[in-house]
């Protein structure tokens, strides 16, 4: 078996790993200007883990090559949605990393595989399990010679949209596992949304909005979730909305459609040519994109950044380079090439939909007949790998991107 890394190494984003002909994953880092995953690699197949960017959101760079692609009925769905939002951004920013036509060769070439239904893929009997991140989102098996588990980005808790990672794996030989959160505790999650449910609350009666900008997929739903649960009926805008058409087409990838559907129902849908009325009164508004780079958030930023009563409530993991991340430490954002700079208030909630410190350990330690770790998708896999040499009965090495690794 030979591992090629490509991406998503050391860092986090534009995941690629090439075993042998099979691709898992081809995304982009979605920092300003975008970045990509190492070139040089022909792979015959793809598996995609899930529908976020840096996964899923470069595949239809690689259909020239025509290879055979495979991933869950919704990923296929949700990445149509980001393939469709991606060109029109390279418009605006002049950067074109594949054209429609790319994107409809891409359509025809899926062939969606449903959780533990094995498929044959290049020599490899393959399998996929819920890894619990987002609607459709997988874990990947490879069995041929040598067995490879691939986690992908993996959450093993329920959240109010998904049911927690299926977590019961066939053995492996290689475990290629994400560390976005090692080292880090997620806060206890009641605690959490009590305390930003009050927040909101507290930025409303001071006659402030509160910006929450969300993920289209996956944190909109659950933010929308938590809301609803809470008695708070927001405005939603951006991809979001898109995002939950298709879900509702898949209702068994979801914890509970109703509820889902529900909260949904209890949120206002903002269209673009109304946007302006929304922030006439004090307001919630969830909307995309989630880092800030892009979409309607950065309306409603222009319209209440000097606004010290409003609040922007970050709810996910803030990438370096990425507008959230230079609202988070510096305080401004970058509209329409401008840096303005904030002097409402900045908040960030740990909602993650990642494994923590602990989980990942567990997930480890639950892997029993594993013989060589690769912790990636994280600032501190070495640090992990180190843990995973001095903690488990096998070997560890934290990859660069570039690396190749041969195993016998
Ligand atoms: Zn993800």
Not at 162 to 167: H, I, S, T
Request: glycine share 8%; proline share 5%; hydrophobic share 40%.
């Amino acid at each position: 078996m030979k591992i090629r890394f490509l991406g998503g190494c050391r860092e986090v984003g534009r995941s690629a790993i090439l075993v042998d002909g099979i691709l898992l994953d081809y995304g982009m880092k979605p920092c300003n200007p975008p970045l990509y995953p190492l070139n040089g690699l022909r792979p015959s197949s793809i598996i995609v883990s899930h529908a976020h960017l840096d996964h899923s959101g470069v595949v239809a760079n690689l259909m020239d090559l025509r290879p055979g692609v495979f991933m869950t009925p919704v990923t296929r769905d949700l990445s149509l949605l980001l393939a469709h939002d991606t060109l029109k951004i390279s418009k605006r920013q002049g950067i074109f990393p594949f054209d429609m036509e790319d994107v409809q060769l891409l359509m025809q070439r899926v062939q969606p595989v449903t959780y533990q239904d094995c498929f044959q893929v290049d020599g490899y009997s393959v399998r996929l399990f819920d890894a619990g991140h987002i609607p459709g989102s997988a874990s990947i098996h490879l069995d041929g010679e040598k067995r490879l588990l691939y986690t992908g980005d993996i959450n093993t808790l329920n959240t109010r949209l998904l049911n927690g990672a299926y977590g019961r794996y066939p053995d492996a030989d290689v475990l290629i596992i994400e560390s976005t959160y090692f080292g880090r505790t997620h806060p206890n999650r009641k605690e959490l949304e009590r305390q930003f449910v009050e927040s909101i609350i507290q930025t409303l009666d001071d006659g402030g909005s509160a910006i929450l900008p969300c993920f289209a997929i996956g944190r909109t739903q659950e933010i929308l979730m938590i809301l609803d649960a809470y008695g708070l009926s927001p405005y939603v805008d951006g991809m979001g909305v898109d995002v939950q058409q298709v879900l509702e087409r898949h209702p068994s990838y979801l914890r509970d459609i109703d509820e889902l559907q529900d909260a949904f129902n209890n949120a206002k849908v903002v269209e673009p040519e109304h946007r302006s009325l929304i922030l006439k009164e004090p307001s919630i508004i969830v909307t995309t994109a989630g880092m800030l780079n892009g979409g309607p958030v950065l309306y409603y930023l222009g319209k209440v950044h000097d606004d010290p009563r409003s609040k922007i409530l970050l709810t996910g993991y803030q990438i370096e380079g990425t507008n959230g991340w230079s609202a988070l430490e510096r305080g401004y954002v970058e509209i329409d090439g401008e840096m303005i700079p904030l002097n409402m208030q900045v908040e960030y909630y740990d909602f993650s939909a990642h494994a923590d410190d602990a989980q990942l350990k567990k997930l480890i330690k639950g892997c029993k007949n594993v013989g060589m770790v690769f912790p990636v998708h994280g600032d501190d896999a070495e640090v992990f790998a180190q843990w995973i040499r001095n903690n488990c009965s096998c070997d560890a090495i934290a990859p660069k991107n570039g690396d190749e690794i041969i195993l016998d």
